[in-house]
């Protein structure tokens, strides 16, 4: 079949697939509109030194101090993907997570090293009180490990995480782009639905 053919099929059936993609497109629209309200979170982790030790040798000032903090940092990250950290930290500030299965607890915060002593994670949440919980609990689970690492490691490593404010903004929906692109692939889908179509009826 030639352009020309398949050009004069779209032009015969345009309305349907105008349809097609007025329908996709405000589909789209309908459902973001009754999505629920979500809240974005930005909280830094900063890493510094509890105590330093007063020793000749300087264990862990200075260049070690460093380069255990940028192994902690690196712990952190992975710490936030802990199904045993995220559980904990969601009943600390008693909030439900609705954790269906173990892959839902890993993907609850996103955590990324920015620099050997400065940890980002991000998290969303269903409203802003929920946000500042969750976010105190996080600084708390997170406190508990270096603790216990402290313990482990006779008071060589002492490290203490803290932060600013959480800075949580609410999530924008994108509700008439995303309509646009639905309608774009409307039209797409009703293009296809037309030759489908054309294809059983010949």
């Given at each position: 079949?030639?352009?020309?053919?398949?050009?004069?099929?779209?032009?015969?059936?345009?309305?349907l697939?105008?349809?097609?993609?007025?329908?996709?497109a405000?589909?789209?629209?309908?459902?973001?509109?009754?999505?629920?309200?979500?809240?974005?979170?930005?909280?830094?982790?900063?890493?510094?030194?509890?105590?330093?030790?007063?020793?000749?040798?300087?264990?862990?000032?200075?260049?070690?101090?460093?380069?255990?903090s940028?192994t902690?940092?690196?712990?952190?990250?992975?710490?936030?993907?802990?199904?045993?950290?995220?559980?904990?930290?969601y009943?600390?500030?008693?909030?439900?997570?609705g954790?269906?299965?173990?892959?839902?607890?890993?993907?609850?915060f996103?955590?990324?090293?920015?620099s050997?002593?400065?940890?980002?994670?991000?998290?969303?949440?269903?409203?802003?009180?929920?946000a500042?919980?969750?976010?105190?609990?996080?600084?708390?689970?997170?406190?508990?490990?270096?603790?216990?690492?402290?313990?482990?490691?006779?008071?060589?490593?002492?490290?203490?995480?803290?932060?600013?404010?959480?800075?949580?903004?609410?999530?924008?929906?994108?509700?008439?782009?995303?309509s646009?692109?639905?309608?774009?692939?409307?039209?797409?889908?009703?293009?296809?639905?037309?030759f489908?179509?054309?294809?059983?009826?010949?």
């Open positions: 079949m030639e352009l020309k053919a398949y050009i004069k099929i779209i032009k015969k059936d345009y309305k697939i105008f349809a097609v993609a007025f329908v996709v405000f589909s789209t629209f309908i459902f973001l509109s009754l999505q629920p309200t979500r809240y974005e979170t930005s909280l830094s982790l900063l890493l510094s030194k509890d105590k330093s030790q007063q020793t000749d040798d300087f264990k862990y000032d200075g260049y070690y101090a460093l380069k255990a940028e902690l940092a690196d712990s952190i990250t992975q710490w936030a993907k802990s199904p045993e950290l995220v559980n904990a930290v009943q600390k500030a008693e909030v439900d997570g954790f269906q299965n173990l892959k839902s607890y890993s993907k609850k996103s955590a990324k090293k920015m050997p002593q400065f940890v980002e994670v991000k998290f969303e949440t269903k409203n802003i009180k929920e500042e919980k969750i976010s105190v609990a996080i600084i708390a689970e997170m406190n508990n490990k270096v603790q216990k690492i402290e313990e482990d490691s006779n008071g060589e490593i002492a490290f203490l995480i803290s932060n600013k404010n959480p800075i949580i903004i609410q999530k924008q929906k994108n509700i008439f782009s995303n646009l692109i639905g309608f774009i692939s409307g039209i797409i889908l009703g293009i296809f639905f037309v489908f179509k054309r294809y059983f009826s010949s």
